[in-house]
């Protein structure tokens, strides 16, 4: 056996270097590279490797932990999870600072890579600069926080074990149905430990993404009901777009005219204009899908988790007889709502289930009663689209103007704020991969490093980021990335100091916008959304992006903003157009209910009619048994 002497780091790095997925015949390296910040803990074991040997791993630097973590995350996504970033950090903070990325990239099933660092396994130093001493353990640090957060966990306390942690750790990335953050904990002495390897381990291996189809028997049975059905609906979640399913789901709308509602991560699944299209489903939903949905009688789910989002706190499906049939590879999911589970690929499954199906079809009137919701909610949008709100403009004018400005490839990221459900609603997805809002963490701080990501993965495509001043202000470090690498995005600010989308919230529920503005504390209090007109906080968010290097535009007007996004198409560097909007001037919801508990005992009268509005409405609320 040919063997090579290597540190447990080096070894690593070149094992990930010939890691390759293959789907469908084609053959694609998995790893697009390594982000990185470095400290004591990582410097110099897995610093050493990437600096001796650059052409294995490109190194990415990145400016914040939790930032490169969004970043591998957005790649993920556009890769279709075909692909991968690896995140290197040092030990404690800059390990704990990947903690809300690793959450993110589990909940939302996106593969990343993380390697904190880790403290010593010989405990020679005890304890460590920035080690976390546990009284009652000696093998427990703060990387032991990442368990809950990843698919897989390991910590690599000897070099030679990075040979299975490595095997696991790619089961579980390629794997559709597992995957997520996988962690390998790397103590900084061990990354550094030489240990003489089998050649054979380097070698390059592909890893086969297959497409499996549900038990025979389950198909039959899920084809019988939906041609016993009367009025069925396909509900097309992000599972859709990764198994590259949409060809096969148009083809099935069209045989027969099954219409489809889309999840935020499912959004794409049909172009917006296709008729059997009703656009986003549930609290974010559009009257199209919502009112489909209230009667339909059985549902095919496919690849969605199922969140409240997108069942409006299960009040969306009102049908009394209402049934679910499942389409997920993941059993996990497949079995929500007490669902007929069909585990399987999207695209096989939905494939089989036309063969399946072939010869049924929805009575014409269904069939036409969705085109026709179609063409109203197009409308609805166009109005939207086209407010002329005064004097500062609306927001949903900011998405009418950015929506036209891009072309279909383009690809716009949002997660946090009033704006991810605006854009479920409204924005017009003519390409599957067109429409990336991050709504499964919906974390605050995802747009600009998801930007990056998603720019890393298709640097052809033009990338539209959505930031709300509140994202912005919390993370928008890796502007300085983007123009480090020259990766160009196209960043709207949209400026309505404060927290707009939890200033709504907190009216709706009887607290009047308390603490979610950017103003100053006068006679002792923040304000409150009744007493507005006092003055904003002096925050230049402008002035600030301009510092990082970005080219900003300052647009006063909705006309203003589309001249700022022309200019921006021919600049060659990251672009920040930022434009103030009425706070006040929402899109409504349509024909949609979240479930957010409001106290049940209170002083205050608004809070009390608040609660007595959301008994009235939890009575909706059904189980699906
Ligand atoms: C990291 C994180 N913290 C808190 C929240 C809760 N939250 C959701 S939206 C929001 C306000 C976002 O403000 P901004 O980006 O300005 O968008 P706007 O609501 O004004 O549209 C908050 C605090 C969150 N989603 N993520
Ligand atoms: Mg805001």
Redo the contacts with the bound molecule.
Sequence with gaps: MEIVRLTAAQALVRFLASQHVERDGVDQRFFGGCFGIFGHGNVAGIGEALYESPELLTYYQARNEQAMVHAAAGYARMRNRLGALVCTTSIGPGATNML?GAALATVNRLPVLLLPGDVFASRRPDPVLQQLEVPWSGETSVNDCFRPVSRYFDRIWRPEQVIPAALQAMRVLVSQAETGAVTLAFPQDVQAEAFDYPEAFFSRRVWHVGRPLPDEAALAEAAGRIRAARRPLVVAGGGVIYSEATKALRRLCEQTGIPVGETQAGKGSLPYDHPSSLGGIGVTGTFAANRLAAAADLVIGVGTRWTDFTTASKTVFRNPGVRFVNVNVADFDAAKHAGLPLVGDARATLERLAELLEGFAVDDAYRDEAARLNREWDAEVSRLYALGHGPLPA?SEVLGAVNDASRPEDVVVCA????PGDLHKLWRTRDPKGYHVEYGY????YEIAGGLGVKMAAPEREVYVL??????L?LSSEIVTSIQEGLKLTIVL?D?H??????GLSRSLGTDGFG?QYRYRRNGSLGVDSEDGSEVLPVDLAANAESLGARVIRAGTIEELRAGLAAAKDEQRTVVVVIEVD?YEGVPSYESWWDVPVAEVSAVESVRAAREQYEAARRDERSHV
Excluded: E, K, L
């Excluded at 919906?442 to 701080?445: E, P, Q, R, T, V």
């Design positions: 809300t927001q946090a704020g009033s704006m919906s974390c605050m701080g930031v709300g001043d509140g994202s912005y919390m949209v309505n404060g927290f707009n989308s939890i200033g979610t706070r």
